[in-house]
T-cell receptor, first 112, second 113 residues
Framework: KQEVTQIPAALSVPEGENLVLNCSFTDSAIYNLQWFRQDPGKGLTSLLLIQSSQREQTSGRLNASLDKSSGRSTLYIAASQPGDSATYLC???????????FGKGTRLHILP | EAQVTQNPRYLITVTGKKLTVTCSQNMNHEYMSWYRQDPGLGLRQIYYSMNVEVTDKGDVPEGYKVSRKEKRNFPLILESPSPNQTSLYFCASMGRMNDYEQYFGPGTRLTVT
């Protein structure tokens, strides 16, 4: 059974720091992995999508990497800002049945 | 504007009263999904559809029905809602033209009393 784990569950860091969020998955047979941001009470906003054949994707201050063989992805946020405070979720699309499995998220708080 | 819409956004109902939550997308996406989000449990896929007339169970399908008669619409039906279906529901879609990047609707907050 595919499981997706995100550690830590919550994280507080001072503004300006670089930080890394982790996502691990048990079944490496995936089509892709997607990172999302969710603000309290709101919907999900797509941040980055990495196909299984790719190693990383970048968008502005965000960089996501994928190591399929070890079942790991990281989301790197550079020069964090208070506006980055949100819950960050990762999700994989499983190859064998096209199901999408989400991690439970990392709740990030950037201290001004 | 490319978007996924859901209606209603908020719904309070009573146990056993059938309800439908609509979902529509304007991006010609093949794949559509319904999720529920609960504190401590995260987002879980209820049903998904790879294309018209094709639907499959996700991880928590019990108590729900779906249909995909048209490519743009994917309604979620609760035939006999129960209090344990009180949750935040999201519809999402993705397609080949966007490299299968998922786009989410704004969510429907359902309360069953």
């Amino acid at each position: 059974k595919q499981e997706v784990t995100q550690i830590p569950a919550a994280l507080s860091v001072p503004e300006g720091e670089n930080l890394v969020l982790n996502c691990s998955f048990t079944d490496s047979a995936i089509y892709n992995l997607q990172w999302f941001r969710q603000d309290p009470g709101k919907g999900l906003t797509s941040l980055l999508l990495i196909q299984s054949s790719q190693r990383e994707q970048t968008s502005g201050r965000l960089n996501a990497s994928l190591d399929k063989s070890s079942g790991r992805s990281t989301l790197y946020i550079a020069a964090s800002q208070p506006g980055d405070s949100a819950t960050y979720l990762c999700a994989v699309r499983r190859f064998r049945d096209d199901k999408i499995i989400f991690g439970k998220g990392t709740r990030l708080h950037i201290l001004p | 504007e490319a978007q996924v819409t859901q209606n209603p956004r908020y719904l309070i109902t009573v146990t056993g009263k059938k309800l439908t939550v609509t979902c529509s997308q304007n991006m010609n996406h093949e794949y559509m999904s319904w999720y529920r989000q609960d504190p401590g449990l995260g987002l879980r896929q209820i049903y998904y559809s790879m294309n018209v007339e094709v639907t499959d169970k996700g991880d928590v399908p019990e108590g729900y029905k779906v249909s995909r008669k048209e490519k743009r619409n994917f309604p979620l039906i609760l035939e006999s809602p129960s209090p344990n279906q009180t949750s935040l529901y999201f519809c999402a879609s993705m397609g080949r033209m966007n490299d299968y990047e998922q786009y989410f609707g704004p969510g429907t907050r359902l309360t069953v009393t």
